[in-house]
């Protein structure tokens, strides 16, 4: 008897717990997209160019989304619109498919190239056997190898290298982690500017780059140099190319490097392209 009311009262407690608990239903929900900020608020000490090359935007448009023109002066505090509209930002996964969608270029048939007609080559004149001939003059054969030239004219620009030492590495793409290439040197040793052009930032104000230089080439092409130890030149500078600009130094990395990079358009592209070959 007793067992069986015991029975029934465990029932019972199942029942209620059963019954009055109420679970909360679960939702999966994404992730919101990741969007670029809208605004940069001047911070003291930046200039257009600066803000620019960290946002990867060209400094000419940048200047006529803000009504801005030359010299491009601009006030801390000031807020500049980085983007235009949603339909200018671009997902990754955007680009990925532009790039996926362009179409790939047919290759030109064999045929169409006209062919060359074979020339026949005349045989030297044998010589008698009784005739002498003339003696030759000893020339050396092994042409000396010549000499690499220290410059490289691409886009307009005569480019050579901001510094000698060994390349420690290599650009990684526009999107990538290294928007430059690495140069290896010890502290103190001389940074050259890698074309003529007008100093259009100097300063530490770009968060991983140290103190960086920024030169304008031309309306198109700018170049900079980072984690130097000493700048020897100021903005609105004038500079040749090969002109010392800087120290080699650390600031902002963790060994003595120069970081060096060329930018197209507010757009990254990779240095080794314009540099000569060494």
């Known amino acids: 008897?007793?067992?069986?009311?015991?029975?029934?009262?465990?029932?019972?407690?199942?029942?209620?717990?059963?019954?009055?608990?109420?679970?909360?239903?679960?939702?999966?929900?994404?992730?919101?997209?990741?969007?670029?900020?809208?605004?940069?608020?001047v911070s003291q000490g930046e200039t257009l160019y600066a803000i620019a090359w960290r946002y990867g935007v060209d400094v000419k448009t940048l200047a006529q989304r803000n009504g801005l023109s030359s010299p491009y002066t601009i006030f801390p505090g000031q807020k500049l619109s980085l983007w235009t509209s949603n339909s200018s930002r671009k997902t990754p996964r955007q680009l990925a498919k532009t790039s996926k969608s362009a179409p790939k270029a047919v290759p030109k048939s064999s045929s169409?190239?006209?062919?060359?007609?074979?020339?026949k080559t005349k045989s030297a004149p044998k010589v008698a056997s009784g005739a002498t001939s003339k003696p030759r003059s000893k020339t050396n054969t092994r042409p000396g190898s010549p000499k690499k030239s220290q410059t490289q004219s691409q886009a307009g620009i005569s480019w050579r290298w901001?510094?000698?030492?060994?390349?420690?590495?290599?650009?990684?793409?526009?999107?990538?982690?290294n928007k430059g290439i690495d140069i290896a040197g010890n502290l103190g040793e001389p940074v050259v500017?890698?074309?003529?052009?007008?100093?259009?930032?100097?300063?530490?104000?770009?968060?991983?780059?140290?103190?960086?230089?920024?030169?304008?080439?031309?309306?198109?092409?700018?170049?900079?140099?980072a984690h130097n130890n000493k700048l020897r030149v100021k903005e609105g500078d004038i500079v040749?190319?090969?002109?010392?600009?800087?120290?080699i130094g650390s600031s902002g990395a963790n060994r003595m490097k120069l970081h060096f990079e060329i930018r197209k358009n507010g757009k990254s592209v990779n240095p080794l392209s314009y540099l000569p070959k060494r």
Do not use: W
């Open 193 to 225: 500017s890698a074309a003529s052009g007008r100093v259009v930032y100097a300063g530490n104000g770009l968060r991983g780059y140290g103190l960086l230089l920024i030169i304008k080439h031309n309306e198109q092409y700018l170049s900079a140099y």
């Open 162 to 177: 901001p510094a000698k030492g060994r390349l420690l590495a290599r650009f990684s793409g526009p999107n990538g982690l």
């Open 112 to 119: 169409s190239k006209p062919k060359k007609p074979k020339t």
């Open 240 to 247: 040749k190319g090969g002109q010392r600009i800087a120290d």
């Open 1 to 41: 008897m007793k067992l069986g009311l015991f029975n029934i009262l465990i029932t019972l407690l199942l029942l209620a717990c059963s019954t009055g608990g109420h679970i909360a239903p679960v939702q999966e929900r994404k992730q919101p997209p990741s969007q670029k900020i809208g605004h940069h608020v």
